[in-house]
């Protein structure tokens, strides 16, 4: 059964701003990007342990071909994205956000 993902504010704000800055940087770079995303949603969807929890019960999914992650944990009946993140960020940054 695969559970539904869902993404925190903050989350889809930083998806959408890294689409919208790889598209601006070359077009299709954008598509490619979010498909990416979504490959790493569509694996936590059907088996959220599938990656390594990075600290506390957040999953960290690495995003292939882009210096992103998908910070996530399982909660009842979805899958909640805490993050898209830049792997070069301050990882305390979405480490405070695991809390919340």
């Not at 890294?18 to 059907?46: H, I, M």
């Not at 399982?74 to 990882?91: C, K, N």
């Amino acid at each position: 059964m695969n559970l539904p993902v869902v993404l925190r504010r903050q989350a889809r704000q930083e998806y959408d701003e890294a689409a919208n800055w790889y598209e601006a940087r070359r077009p299709g770079l954008g598509a490619r990007f979010t498909g990416a995303v979504q490959e790493v949603f569509d694996a936590a969807s059907v088996n959220p342990g599938r990656h390594p929890r990075v600290f506390g019960e957040v999953h960290e999914g690495l995003v292939p071909g882009f210096p992103y992650g998908v910070y996530y944990r399982q909660e009842r009946g979805h899958v909640l994205v805490i993050a898209v993140f830049h792997t070069s960020r301050d990882p305390s940054v979405r480490q405070s956000r695991a809390s919340s």
